[in-house]
């Protein structure tokens, strides 16, 4: 009984080793690379394929590293970002309102805001639909300091700014 295993074996190797089972495909080649962004921490926040070849240029590996089109068809400058958002009162005594256009909108992911001294978050909030574009932040209770204010966009930028609490 092993004789006739063994001799069934042996012409499956010989059938694989002359090939004439198998058909000599040439797979093509790359025509890409994989592509890592990171935030200014240091995590990983994108990765993905660019592909030269394929018409939308990158092609995402999983759902949660989407990129938004709106977000990638604004594509604004710092400078442009601050001037679609309204920031008040700044130095803040109790309740900091920040509120923010349409524009803004599309490019916000969080917004979050975080002791300069110790990284402790105090505030984190999505920016979902039921925020009408506005965040108000009861700052009575924190102490004196400057408080980081940070937007996460949906491009995976995030871009900052000092508010001073009195």
Known sequence: MSYLIKFIMMCFLM?????KTQMNVAAPLPQGA???RYDEAGNQIFRGYEC??????????SNENKISESAT???????AFWN??????VPVKNV????WTDKADDLIAEVSLYEQNTVHWKFQQKNIPSLNRQVQIDMTHYYLGVYI????????RTIS??????
Do not use: H, M, W
């Open 73 to 79: 068809a604004l594509n604004i400058d710092e400078e």
């Open 34 to 36: 994989n592509v890592f």
């Open 52 to 61: 030269s070849r394929c018409p939308l240029g990158l092609v995402e590996e």
């Open 149 to 156: 204010l940070s937007f996460q966009l949906k491009d995976g």
């Open 96 to 99: 900091l309102t920040i509120n």
């Open 161 to 166: 700014k000092n508010i001073t609490k009195f």
């Open 15 to 19: 059938i694989g080793f002359s090939g």
């Open 84 to 89: 679609e958002v309204q920031i008040y009162p």
